[in-house]
């Protein structure tokens, strides 16, 4: 896990003097995927999370397995506590369920 940071803040900082800008989150989403993707036969092993704000200012979360596939989600979490925040972060920020609240009547 380590290694991999190191890489990327390596690749980071080479990414900021080439361009002498800061790396967009969907830029170091790819980033990422293409670093695990790249050691697939010899995989970190890191099953990470990726946050920040993409080109519009909107916030953005990536999810990826030891192999580099990811994915754009609306939340995420990984590691041993993942199965225990899930159910918390499901009932609280996706969408209320029709049958769970009572509709209301509009004027």
Same mark, same amino acid.
């Given at each position: 896990m380590k290694a991999l940071q190191k890489l990327l803040a390596a690749r980071h900082l080479i990414y900021q003097h080439q361009h002498n800008k800061q790396m %967009? *989150?969907?830029a170091m989403g790819q980033l990422l995927s293409n670093t695990l993707y790249?050691?697939?036969f010899f995989p970190y092993y890191t099953f990470n999370v990726? !946050? !920040?704000l993409d080109?519009? !200012?909107k916030g *953005?979360?990536?999810t990826y397995d030891a192999v580099g596939s990811y994915e754009r989600v609306g939340y %995420?979490?990984?590691g041993s506590g993942s199965v225990l925040i899930m159910p918390?972060?499901?009932n609280q920020l996706k969408s209320p369920s029709p049958l769970l609240l009572p509709a209301q009547v509009q004027p």
């Open positions: %967009s *989150c969907p790249y050691k697939r990726l !946050g !920040g080109n519009e !200012g *953005c979360v990536y %995420s979490a990984q918390f972060l499901d």
